[in-house]
DNA sequence: AAGTGGTCTAGACCACCAT
DNA sequence: TGGTGGTCTAGACCACTTA
């Protein structure tokens, strides 16, 4: 980068967001893969032709987003979607009592379908495109809480099969991550109330036309593209939907 | 501070970090009004004998927590609670369409009470004491959304009355701010889906056990100090709860 | 022109981890 | 002991605002 402009000159972006923009590029093309530890800062900044402090900019960034770890004295990792790990970053649902419990997902629908106009333009398909449906359950304790509906495209999951994906040990989004390499790093989310339609009313356990939360979420990988849809349902007797507002967990 | 460490050894907590709770405490205390300037980061430098490099770092915290507003070539502001500002921070509601909307709040009921156990454990009270209920409506173009109902403590807000509330221009959370210094900077929320009730379906204007969101807030200043209650019962027929994961929105 | 925040650099040293 | 990230400093210069 010094190569195309001297030092300490601001062309365009500032120098850490180019940085940034690099190391995203690297990470989504595998470069560096899930769980793996990146090049110590001292060499990133050799690579790029910067300085350790605009190397740790552009990384602060990336580790407030939780796609990169730091590890004092071992290394900056690649984030994974282990339990415990990015797990509450993408799992909202706890006890009434606050307490997290660890979800049991289970998969129990699989097909293929075409996609809809509605479908297609908010995975950025055209309409008719194959796309994958599974249906999960989410358990926490003995208690089935929430039921989702999950829309893949199929071309980004080509060779996923019902057998994969009920024979997998995880979340889907860990196993997007290890199989596909593709890492969900960010969601939206669209919540509201609706009354419990009879399917899913069995397998929620409680009777149809019961109040759920019902959560409408598209997930997406780098640069924000989308990669999955999911419509979540779920009883909210005896566990709730937990969210704040201006909290800083660990700051960088 | 180098007074007491000498300079560049860490003894327990990194400065930084002790720099941000003096600069906390100097804002709870009302050392810099919401919408003030703080002194430059150089003159805070001086102030507390630490290179600039550390202000800027304890002041980055506060910048992501919303609580201060960085403005390149004017200074450093106290955050304010004035539309398009940290609105949209404790305002989550938007249309089903996506749409954001400013939403006109109005207070319907005011009366005072005693915490109850419960009530007095959540707003860090004792069983007894004197607490302010009120009710308040979020209306989003013509339509009712939300009924709020509200707990403060007495004693926070001795002098709000009744006309006070209704005569005020903008949220609570701005009269909170203005008139008693009293910032809120990081809310809890939990949602559930919940059958209306008759008289929240009235103001609501949707039938008595229509499905509806119920989101139960605790609302807190600084060092986390709970200062509102809140259980807001939403209409989400036309308009959603909405929640961004993973999001970075100008990062500092 | 002066003052503010924003970026970038270079270097010293600390804390932690692996060996 | 050597390598990693974490903290702190000092200084130069850029970008923006205000007067």
Redesign the interface.
Same mark, same amino acid.
């Given at each position: 980068m010094n190569d195309v402009f001297p030092i300490g000159v601001q062309s365009f972006a500032p120098l850490y967001q180019e940085v940034r923009r690099l190391l995203t590029q690297s990470l989504s093309e595998g470069e560096w893969q899930p769980g793996q530890a990146l090049p110590s800062e001292s060499k990133l900044a050799q690579r790029y032709h910067v300085s350790i402090g605009t190397i740790r900019r552009a990384i $602060? $960034?990336l580790v407030?987003?939780?796609i990169l770890v730091r590890q004092q004295g071992r290394g900056t990792f690649v984030g994974t979607h282990t339990p415990k790990r990015k797990l509450y970053?993408?799992f909202?649902i706890?006890r009434e009592d606050g307490v997290k419990e660890l979800p049991e997902p289970e998969t129990i629908d699989f097909s293929r379908d075409r996609a809809d106009e509605n479908t297609a333009k908010r995975l950025n398909l055209l309409p008719g495109e194959r796309i994958i449906r599974m249906v999960n359950l989410q358990r926490l304790g003995r208690q089935t809480v929430a039921v989702d509906h999950i829309v893949l495209s199929h071309d980004r999951f080509r060779d996923l099969s019902e057998k994969i994906v009920r024979e997998r040990d995880g979340t889907l989004y860990s196993l997007y991550q290890t199989r596909y390499g593709i890492n969900i *790093? %960010?969601?939206?989310? %669209?919540?509201?109330?609706?009354?419990c339609e009879r399917d899913t009313a069995r397998l929620l356990g409680v009777p149809t036309g019961a109040? *759920?939360?019902e959560i409408?979420r598209t997930a997406m990988t780098y640069h924000n593209t989308p990669v999955e849809l999911r419509r979540s349902v *779920?009883n909210?007797k005896g566990h709730?939907?937990?969210?704040?507002?201006?909290?800083?967990d660990r %700051?960088i």
């Open positions: $602060d $960034d407030v987003e939780q970053h993408f909202h706890v *790093v %960010r969601a939206q989310e %669209r919540l509201r109330a609706a009354l109040p *759920v939360l409408n *779920v909210t709730e939907y937990w969210n704040e507002l201006g909290k800083i %700051r």
